[in-house]
């Protein structure tokens, strides 16, 4: 039974499957059209022939030479075939079967990993059978050299899914192959009929798997649509024949929940208002179908509207109907599949249409009434403001609260009256095949009558956002003329040649009317995300990603304010660095095929698996610790790796900011990181279960930053992976190493190598044995600048020279089977190629690698203290001395109260750093980051020595995880920097702003 199991993967057999017919039926259909009794081949190849097919299909003999074989086997058998007409005819009659590519491109809408696994001699199917992008794997028999039944390929296509067995579900028509797969603990469908199959596959998986469309998922009970309600209602107002209805959610699109609605061989598209309450006058889809039909009269290309119904009885709110309309999407602003030629007509077409939309006169199209021209911004800003007030208590955005106030003292005398689409952007946009005409406009929710150029300026929002924001990418940063894209001053003057007004670029004052025109575009745009998340937080969202584009308001604000100010140039939020280059081909486990969570989802994730699975097992993890073998790893450990690996807690820790597009991690900011940090916090072993330990965590982070493909090709993947483990040589017990231009190990060039001399201890990790790695850091010239004289190099640990003097205690804590080495580094010889950056570059890396690894300690330490605080209540409810339980002792209640107190007073100080971080960089948060690098660690200590105290001796033993605890809280106020180095950080800072002023 899969009951309780959510399905992960699904393993698809190709001949008979998905591709038909088999092998089995077009053998059947050979022998008939020759001729040949029933089953008059099966000799050779399931008896006289059955190991030379065995071989062909795990690839150790080619198809000729089979051929030959079974020929052979024919000619002594008396059987009158021709074995090379029959594979050719298998091979030219093999066909994709719509079913089963219905039901793939349905289960990987949902985030399903879908793998083919398929006993096979061709290394490439016909043209008529082409699968390629339909799979996430495909493992042929003949190219790794093992064939179904064999345990082997089953667990060979296992590791490549990333997913555990038993959340995997096998589809195959031969009932020895799905044995197989049920001693793995997978559960298996026989195929007979590949219609009924699918069927069972649905019951399994939950949902529908047919009536696939492009950017759709399957209906959902949250979307609170009934299916059979509105097909019968469609059928009777459209006067169509009785047809079941095949409804799908669209995932373009935030406000109003859009479907994709198949009747027979129909296709319409449902648009409707959200179910639950809403902000009065918005999404008003009535208006939406009225303009819609108003302008498909006036020669617009829009959806054809068919119908309005007002009466919420039939689906739960109002909705209207239209034609669905095929063609091409773009969500991506960049275009990075296709040609600067291609990209220039995209835009072209674009913004062509804008003007005939603004060129369409309303009273002749009958909309004189949908809406008032004059008035039209401050109507906006009253209403968007109105809107993100009432919502203001779930998320205060500063930004917004200075636009409200610039924005109505700053209104240009007079626009351009028309008709406003309201939210005129690519992505709203459906294409031809040619991607040279826009065969419709999408998205009619905020239309009205108003200043036209306020269309335009929307329009142009990429020019301001940076090519690295996830789901909104910009063009800053990119050579427009090399892309093929019109630069911004190119639209705007083409837009107001076209319209016969001035160009706003060839005055002073049109620039700043333009600047308004364009900061009213982010503060709507940021009012508008705001909602989303709103909604999503109350769990009324309209699209899958709706928590990920709502976090995106705040920085989006910031945006606007700047432009506001007029000078965009200062504006420094994270949002507006670039992404990195393009990271094809490396192949990492962070989060591949994982359906994509919100940060509140993971937490709570996080939350379940560490109080199932990693609290339990601490005990063990302890005793592993002072055993004799502890210098290994426990079996238990990986196995939950592995577990947490498969549920996608993996690699969290990578922050938004580094990898933009998603390649490596989870892409959460460094504010909903540490909410994650925190959890993990409350258990030394949990970090290394999700792989978000150190010093992995910030080597990774600095691989990805700062390293070339090669280096993260060898050295980043198994670390992404969780296949090796690192650690980080800097610190020296010859200088105080928390000045690291002190630091004397040396890096010497020697031809296309360097050497390596140098005493390094305190190197967190080094003693494990999955320890592969080291960043080295040492003088590769000291005659340089003083931050100019140190670099970073690569080292494997297995490197000749490299010995491993001891491990290193604290207060008697070896810290197994992790480890604190001290080690020697003498004439290690490593290629040139494993130099990071350049030389000279290694006191801006170390930099660079600080800030995030704070965070993530001292959220980890926040979370430390809570459990430390969990610990002190239980002990303080259920201890008694001299006659009185603790917790009735004012002394006790008093402490507790402190350090529920210092608790909140640390996180909130260390979630301000966080954010800053995510807003400005981490280089403008490096006084918050010193403030809580001091005070995290210092509370830290002080609740755990409350709780040792409250536990009496019992909190000195090993029987209670605090004495560990206050140990590695008493580390990071030396590991990360000591108190002093922060203190003299924040002062000097503190007196830079008084400094200014002077």
């Known amino acids: ?186 559960h298996t469908i026989k195929v007979d009929r590949v219609d009924n199959a699918i069927n069972e596959l649905a019951a399994i998986v939950g949902f529908p798997l047919k009536g696939f469309v492009p950017g759709t998922r399957a209906l959902q009970p949250g979307h609170h649509v009934d299916a059979t309600r509105l097909g019968e209602h469609l059928c009777r107002v459209l006067g169509l024949p009785s047809a079941a209805a095949i409804v799908r959610k669209f995932d373009h699109g935030q406000s109003n929940p859009t479907f994709h609605v198949r009747l027979g061989n129909r296709e319409f598209v449902v648009r409707k208002k959200p179910h639950g309450k809403l902000v009065p006058s918005a999404h008003a889809i009535e208006r939406e179908f009225r303009v819609m039909a108003a302008l498909h009269g006036a020669g617009i290309p829009v959806a054809r509207p068919l119908h309005l119904c007002e009466d919420p009885a039939v689906i739960g709110t109002p909705f209207y109907v239209m034609e669905f309309v095929r063609g091409q999407i773009f969500k991506d602003s960049l275009l ?17 249409t804008l003007g005939a939309i603004h060129a369409v006169d309303p009273a002749a199209a009958g909309l004189a009434d949908y809406g008032r021209p004059d008035g039209y911004i401050a109507r906006q800003l009253k209403q968007w403001g109105t809107q993100y007030r009432v919502n203001r208590d779930a998320l205060r955005i500063l930004a917004m609260d200075e636009l409200l106030e610039w924005l109505p003292a700053n209104m240009p005398a007079r626009g351009r009256p028309g008709i406003v689409h309201g939210d005129f952007r690519l992505d709203n946009l459906i294409f031809d095949e ?24 929307y329009s142009c929002l990429p020019y301001h956002l940076p090519r690295g924001l996830p789901a909104l990418r910009g063009f800053v940063g990119v050579n427009l003329d090399e892309a093929g894209i ?58 899958a990603n709706a928590s990920e584009m709502g976090g995106l308001a705040s920085d989006i604000a910031e945006v606007g304010w700047w432009l506001a100010q007029g000078r965009p140039e200062t504006w420094t939020p994270s949002i507006h660095q670039e992404a990195g280059p393009a990271r094809a081909g490396l192949a990492t486990s962070a989060a591949a095929g994982q359906a994509k969570r919100t940060p509140e989802e993971t937490t709570e994730l996080l939350t379940r698996f560490i109080h199932a ?154 003693m494990d044995p999955r320890c592969k790695i080291a960043i080295f850091m040492g003088k590769t010239d000291p005659t340089a600048a003083t931050h100019l004289q140190q670099s970073m190099i690569i080292v494997p640990m297995d490197t000749p020279g490299i010995t491993i003097v001891r491990p290193m205690e604290v207060f008697g804590f070896d810290d197994a089977p992790h480890g604190h080495a001290e080690i020697t580094f003498e004439n290690v010889r490593v290629p040139a190629s494993y130099l990071l950056l350049g030389e000279g570059r290694g006191f801006e890396i170390a930099q660079g690698r600080l800030g995030p690894g704070r965070i993530h300690h001292c959220m980890r330490l926040i979370g430390l203290c809570e459990r430390a605080l969990e610990l002190t209540c239980q002990r303080a409810l259920t201890r008694v001395a001299f006659h ?76 209670f995880v605090l004495s560990g605890m206050f140990a590695w809280a008493r580390i990071l106020r030396i590991a990360d920097g000591p108190d002093e180095v922060h203190r003299e950080m924040i002062a000097k800072l503190e007196l830079k702003k008084y400094l200014a002023r002077l």
């Open 1 to 186: 039974t899969m009951a309780g199991r959510k399905i992960a993967a699904v393993i698809f057999d190709l001949g008979g499957v998905v591709l038909t017919p088999g092998p089995i039926a077009a053998i059947r259909k050979f022998e008939a059209a020759n001729h040949l009794r029933a089953h008059a081949l099966a000799p050779l190849f399931v008896t006289r022939g059955k190991e030379a097919y065995a071989r062909l299909e795990r690839g150790e003999i080619d198809l000729p030479q089979f051929v030959s074989q079974a020929q052979s086997h024919a000619t002594e058998l008396g059987i009158k075939v021709d074995v090379a007409a029959l594979f050719q005819q298998i091979n030219e009659n093999l066909h994709l079967d719509p079913l089963a590519v219905d039901a793939i491109q349905c289960l990987r809408s949902e985030g399903i990993r879908v793998a083919a696994l398929s006993n096979t001699w061709l290394p490439e199917p016909p043209t008529s059978a082409n699968i390629d992008g339909l799979f996430d794997v495909i493992v042929r028999s003949a190219q790794v050299g093992m064939r179904k039944p064999e345990v082997e390929i089953y667990k060979h296509t296992l590791k490549l899914l990333n997913v555990p067995s038993e959340r995997t579900v096998m589809l195959d028509d031969i009932g020895s192959n799905l044995a197989t797969a049920r001693q793995l603990n997978m």
């Open 434 to 457: 040619t991607a040279t005409e826009v065969r419709a406009v999408l998205d009619w929710e905020l239309s009205t009558l108003g200043d036209s150029l306020c269309d335009l300026a």
């Open 613 to 766: 699975h990693i609290l339990p097992a601490e005990k063990a993890f302890f005793d592993h610790a002072r055993s004799d073998k502890r210098w290994t790893i426990p079996a238990l450990q990986e196995q939950l790796k592995a577990e947490a690996k498969a549920q996608g807690l993996w690699n969290l820790f990578i922050p938004r900011e580094s990898d933009p597009d998603g390649r490596y991690g989870a892409g959460f900011t460094n504010e909903q990181y540490a909410h994650m940090c925190e959890i993990m916090g409350r258990s030394v072993w949990a970090p290394e279960i999700f792989n978000c330990s150190a010093p992995d965590t910030g080597n990774m982070e600095v691989l990805i930053r700062y390293g070339t493909e090669a280096q993260k090709q060898q050295f980043l993947t198994p670390l992404l992976n969780g296949e090796v483990r690192s650690c980080f040589a800097m610190t020296e017990p010859a200088v105080a190493s928390s000045d690291a231009t002190q630091i004397q190990a040396s890096i010497t060039r020697d031809g296309d190598d360097y050497i390596l001399n140098g005493r390094k201890w305190w190197i967190s990790g080094a």
């Open 336 to 352: 990075p599949d296709h040609t600067p030629a291609a990209r220039a007509a995209i835009y072209r077409a674009m913004h062509k």
């Open 884 to 959: 009185k339980p603790l917790a009735k002792r004012d002394t006790i209640l008093a402490e507790i109260a402190e350090s529920r107190v210092e608790i909140e007073q640390a996180r909130l100080l260390t979630l301000n750093a966080a954010r800053l971080m995510d807003r400005l960089g981490n280089k403008a948060a490096r006084k918050e980051i010193a403030m809580i690098k001091l005070v995290a660690p210092r509370v830290a200590q002080t609740i755990i020595d409350r709780a040792i105290q409250i536990h009496g001796a019992a909190g000195l033993s090993q029987d």
């Open 486 to 543: 019109p630069k911004e001053s190119e639209v705007v003057a083409d837009y107001c040649a076209r319209a016969g007004i001035p160009n706003f670029f060839n005055s002073v004052e049109g620039q700043k009317t333009w600047a308004f025109y364009m900061a009213f575009s982010f503060f709507r745009l940021a009012a508008i995300l705001h909602g989303v998340l709103v909604r999503a937080r109350s769990g009324q969202a309209s699209a």
